[in-house]
């Protein structure tokens, strides 16, 4: 019986996936020999800090130096350019009838690549933080905060869900072990997959829960 959901956010509670990958082209548009690779980049690695993206950025595809002062100017701004677009994007169908309808039914959590701090803002100005127990980004990665919400809540693997729509997701529900429900925009249909399933949006998620045992 499934006893908690854990959800990645961006492109799993709020359509905002592609307003991150057009701030990344924004961030380094003086560089137009080096943003497609860069793009292409965070496209393949969606779900990690965007910090650790900024160092590979700097280290292997403008090999330049980034001290720590410029790395934190970088975070700023790419905060800025998105963080308007994001409290003005859509919910994932199916998020906030899930969140809203089934809080009682579940402990519902986030484990997230955004920074920690911009993260539960964003979840305050959408006004949907009361119906999570509990919030976290980076710099902690997901493996690291799936263990903690698990031993913390005396949850068992098998009891715990994990919702997510980048590779970092699969692998982070892999290493932790728990059953993995991809998020994929452009599926046709539902599907299952090895310790887990695929699906479109998140209209279907109370029936694949309610599924699981």
Same mark, same amino acid.
């Given at each position: 019986m499934i006893k908690a959901v854990i959800f990645d956010f961006d492109g799993v509670i709020l359509e905002s996936s592609d307003i991150k990958t057009e701030a990344f082209r924004e961030l380094f548009s003086a560089y137009p020999d080096s943003?497609? &690779? $860069? %793009?292409e980049y965070h496209l393949a690695n969606a779900g990690i800090s965007r910090y650790v993206k900024f160092r590979y950025f700097y280290e292997n595809i403008l090999k330049r130096s980034?001290?720590?002062?410029e790395e934190l100017e970088l975070g700023?701004?790419?905060? &800025? $350019? %998105?963080?308007k677009k994001v409290l003005e994007a859509p919910f994932v169908p199916g998020a906030f009838e899930f969140l809203s309808g089934e809080n009682s039914s579940y402990d519902f959590f986030i484990a997230s690549?955004?920074?920690e701090e911009e993260l539960r803002h964003i979840m305050r100005e959408r006004?949907?933080?009361t119906y999570f127990k509990e919030a976290?980004?980076?710099p902690k990665t997901k493996p690291v905060i799936i263990r903690d919400?698990?031993?913390r809540y005396c949850l068992k693997k098998k009891e715990v869900v994990y919702i997510g729509d980048a590779?970092?997701?699969r692998l982070a529900a892999k290493e932790t072990d728990v059953f993995f429900i991809e998020r994929k925009a452009d599926l046709k249909e539902d599907s299952n997959r090895e310790n887990g399933c695929m699906v479109k949006d998140l209209r279907s998620i109370k029936e694949i829960l309610k599924s699981l045992k």
């Amino acid at each position: 019986m499934i006893k908690a959901v854990i959800f990645d956010f961006d492109g799993v509670i709020l359509e905002s996936s592609d307003i991150k990958t057009e701030a990344f082209r924004e961030l380094f548009s003086a560089y137009p020999d080096s943003v497609g &690779e $860069i %793009v292409e980049y965070h496209l393949a690695n969606a779900g990690i800090s965007r910090y650790v993206k900024f160092r590979y950025f700097y280290e292997n595809i403008l090999k330049r130096s980034l001290s720590e002062k410029e790395e934190l100017e970088l975070g700023d701004m790419f905060s &800025e $350019i %998105v963080l308007k677009k994001v409290l003005e994007a859509p919910f994932v169908p199916g998020a906030f009838e899930f969140l809203s309808g089934e809080n009682s039914s579940y402990d519902f959590f986030i484990a997230s690549g955004t920074p920690e701090e911009e993260l539960r803002h964003i979840m305050r100005e959408r006004n949907i933080n009361t119906y999570f127990k509990e919030a976290h980004g980076s710099p902690k990665t997901k493996p690291v905060i799936i263990r903690d919400i698990l031993s913390r809540y005396c949850l068992k693997k098998k009891e715990v869900v994990y919702i997510g729509d980048a590779e970092s997701d699969r692998l982070a529900a892999k290493e932790t072990d728990v059953f993995f429900i991809e998020r994929k925009a452009d599926l046709k249909e539902d599907s299952n997959r090895e310790n887990g399933c695929m699906v479109k949006d998140l209209r279907s998620i109370k029936e694949i829960l309610k599924s699981l045992k």
